[in-house]
C-alpha cells in the first residue's frame, strides 16, 4: 500500500512536469512546427515523466516501506509513558525556543539560526522529559493520590526471583513478561552477570553467540514496564560453584530461582529453596493429548526401533509412529497409542490409523 500511494504522488508530480515540459518545448523548439507537433510534445514529455515517476516512485515507496518496518519494530520496545513525555517534552522546548527566535533572528538568514534553536530546544526537551520521567509523574500526581500509592506499596510486598544463567540465555522469560504473566522484580547476581560477560568473551563462536545472547535479553528486560531489573551485588567468595552461590542466595533471600537447569532444579529443592522451571511451564502449557485420538503427523525421519517413523507436532513434541517407516515425506493419519512424560519433555507413540 506505501509503496502504491508513494508511486502515485511520483507520478502524479511527474504529470504535471511533463506538461510543464512540453510547454518549454512548445515555445522554444517547436514554435516554428506544425501545432499537430506541439500536441505530440506534449503527450511524449507526460508520458516520458510518468513512466519516470512511476520507475523512482516505486523504489522510493520500497524504501519507505523498509524504513516505516524499522520504525515499527523499534518502537515495540519503547514504553507508552516514554513516547507521551517525549512528545511533551518536545512541545515544551519548541515554546522555549518560540520568543528568541521572534525576538533575535528577523533578518533574512535569522530562520536557519531559529531552525538550528528550535531543533536543539526540541532534544533536550524529548531527552529530560524521558529522563525525568517518574519525577513528573510524580509531580503531576495528586498528593492523596500519591500517599494512598505509598499505602499501597507499604501494605503489598513486589514479588520478586533470582535468575540463573541459563533462563537469561534461553530468553523466553522476555516472552513471558511481555505476556503479562510475570511482574514484579527480577534479581540478577553480579556473579551471573560476570559469568555472562565470559561466555560473552569466549573464544567458542558458539558460546560466545549464546553470552551475547544473554546480555541482549537483560537488555531486554531492562526495557520492560511490567518488571524491574536488579543486580545483586551479594556474593560469597567462600563458594566456588555459581549454582551453589545461586542456592545460598536463594536462601538468604527467601525468594525462588528461576532456572532450566535439571540438576540445579534438584540442588535447589533438596536444600529447601524453591525452583520455577521454563521447562517445566513449557510442558504444562502443551496441548493435551488422549489415547485413542488422531493425529495427522508429518513423518520426517525413521525411529530406533525397527519399522518405527519419527515426526512432530506444532509444538516439537516427538511422534513415535509404529510402522512410519515406509511413510517417511508424506502426512499420515495416526491414532495416540500412549504418552511417556520424561523429564525431557513428553513423548508420544502413535500407530497407523487403517482406512
Same mark, same amino acid.
Given at each position: /500500500?506505501?509503496?502504491?500511494?508513494? #508511486?502515485?504522488?511520483?507520478?502524479?508530480?511527474?504529470?504535471?512536469?511533463?506538461?510543464?515540459?512540453?510547454?518549454?518545448?512548445?515555445?522554444?523548439?517547436?514554435?516554428?512546427?506544425?501545432?499537430?507537433?506541439?500536441?505530440?510534445?506534449?503527450?511524449?514529455?507526460?508520458?516520458?515523466?510518468?513512466?519516470?515517476?512511476?520507475?523512482?516512485?516505486?523504489?522510493?515507496?520500497?524504501?519507505?516501506?523498509?524504513?516505516?518496518?524499522?520504525?515499527?519494530? &523499534?518502537?515495540?520496545? !519503547?514504553?507508552? %509513558?516514554?513516547?507521551?513525555?517525549?512528545?511533551?517534552?518536545?512541545?515544551?522546548?519548541?515554546?522555549?525556543?518560540?520568543?528568541?527566535?521572534? !525576538?533575535?533572528?528577523?533578518?533574512?538568514?535569522?530562520?536557519?539560526?531559529?531552525?538550528?534553536?528550535?531543533?536543539?530546544?526540541?532534544?533536550?526537551?524529548?531527552?529530560?522529559?524521558?529522563?525525568?520521567?517518574?519525577?513528573?509523574?510524580?509531580?503531576? #500526581?495528586?498528593?492523596?493520590?500519591?500517599?494512598?500509592?505509598?499505602?499501597?506499596? @507499604?501494605? !503489598?510486598?513486589?514479588?520478586?526471583?533470582?535468575?540463573?544463567?541459563?533462563?537469561? !540465555?534461553?530468553?523466553?522469560? %522476555?516472552?513471558?513478561?511481555?505476556?503479562?504473566?510475570?511482574?514484579?522484580?527480577? $534479581?540478577?547476581? #553480579?556473579?551471573?552477570?560476570?559469568?555472562?560477560?565470559?561466555?560473552?568473551?569466549?573464544?567458542?563462536?558458539?558460546?560466545?553467540?549464546?553470552?551475547?545472547?544473554?546480555?541482549?535479553?537483560?537488555?531486554?528486560?531492562?526495557?520492560?514496564?511490567?518488571?524491574?531489573? #536488579? $543486580? @545483586? @551485588?551479594?556474593?560469597?567468595?567462600?563458594?566456588?560453584?555459581?549454582?551453589?552461590?545461586?542456592?545460598?542466595?536463594?536462601?538468604?533471600?527467601?525468594?525462588?530461582?528461576? %532456572?532450566?537447569?535439571?540438576?540445579?532444579?534438584?540442588?535447589?529443592?533438596?536444600?529447601?529453596?524453591?525452583?520455577?522451571?521454563?521447562?517445566?511451564?513449557?510442558?504444562?502449557?502443551?496441548?493435551?493429548?488422549?489415547?485413542?485420538?488422531?493425529? $495427522? $503427523?508429518?513423518?520426517?525421519?525413521?525411529?530406533?526401533?525397527?519399522?518405527?517413523?519419527?515426526?512432530?507436532?506444532?509444538?516439537?513434541? /516427538?511422534?513415535?509412529? @509404529?510402522?512410519?517407516?515406509? &511413510?517417511?515425506?508424506?502426512?499420515?493419519?495416526?491414532?495416540? %497409542?500412549?504418552?511417556?512424560?520424561?523429564?525431557?519433555?513428553? /513423548?508420544?507413540?502413535?500407530?497407523?490409523?487403517?482406512?
Amino acid at each position: /500500500m506505501v509503496v502504491l500511494v508513494v #508511486r502515485l504522488i511520483f507520478m502524479t508530480v511527474g504529470g504535471i512536469g511533463g506538461y510543464e515540459l512540453g510547454h518549454l518545448l512548445r515555445n522554444n523548439y517547436l514554435a516554428s512546427y506544425d501545432p499537430i507537433y506541439h500536441l505530440i510534445g506534449f503527450i511524449v514529455s507526460i508520458l516520458v515523466c510518468v513512466g519516470l515517476g512511476f520507475v523512482l516512485g516505486g523504489a522510493a515507496g520500497r524504501y519507505l516501506a523498509k524504513l516505516l518496518n524499522r520504525f515499527e519494530h &523499534s518502537i515495540q520496545d !519503547i514504553p507508552g %509513558t516514554d513516547l507521551l513525555l517525549g512528545a511533551f517534552g518536545i512541545i515544551a522546548g519548541f515554546l522555549i525556543a518560540f520568543l528568541p527566535s521572534v !525576538i533575535l533572528f528577523r533578518s533574512y538568514p535569522g530562520w536557519l539560526f531559529a531552525l538550528v534553536l528550535y531543533a536543539i530546544c526540541g532534544v533536550l526537551g524529548y531527552i529530560v522529559a524521558v529522563q525525568k520521567k517518574d519525577d513528573i509523574l510524580n509531580f503531576l #500526581r495528586p498528593s492523596r493520590i500519591r500517599e494512598a500509592d505509598a499505602e499501597i506499596d @507499604e501494605k !503489598i510486598s513486589v514479588p520478586s526471583r533470582i535468575l540463573d544463567t541459563s533462563v537469561i !540465555i534461553d530468553g523466553r522469560i %522476555t516472552d513471558i513478561c511481555y505476556s503479562g504473566f510475570l511482574e514484579g522484580e527480577l $534479581i540478577v547476581p #553480579r556473579f551471573v552477570l560476570m559469568e555472562l560477560q565470559k561466555i560473552a568473551d569466549s573464544e567458542d563462536p558458539l558460546k560466545r553467540n549464546r553470552g551475547r545472547r544473554g546480555l541482549d535479553v537483560l537488555n531486554a528486560l531492562q526495557r520492560q514496564d511490567r518488571v524491574e531489573v #536488579r $543486580i @545483586e @551485588e551479594h556474593d560469597f567468595p567462600e563458594i566456588p560453584a555459581v549454582d551453589s552461590k545461586l542456592v545460598a542466595l536463594g536462601k538468604a533471600l527467601n525468594v525462588p530461582v528461576m %532456572t532450566n537447569d535439571f540438576n540445579l532444579n534438584k540442588i535447589a529443592e533438596l536444600q529447601g529453596v524453591r525452583v520455577l522451571n521454563i521447562n517445566e511451564l513449557s510442558n504444562s502449557l502443551k496441548p493435551v493429548v488422549l489415547p485413542g485420538e488422531s493425529l $495427522i $503427523i508429518n513423518v520426517i525421519k525413521d525411529g530406533k526401533e525397527a519399522g518405527q517413523g519419527i515426526g512432530y507436532l506444532d509444538d516439537g513434541t /516427538m511422534v513415535v509412529v @509404529e510402522g512410519g517407516k515406509k &511413510s517417511i515425506g508424506r502426512e499420515v493419519e495416526t491414532m495416540v %497409542t500412549s504418552i511417556l512424560q520424561t523429564p525431557a519433555g513428553r /513423548m508420544i507413540f502413535a500407530t497407523l490409523k487403517e482406512k
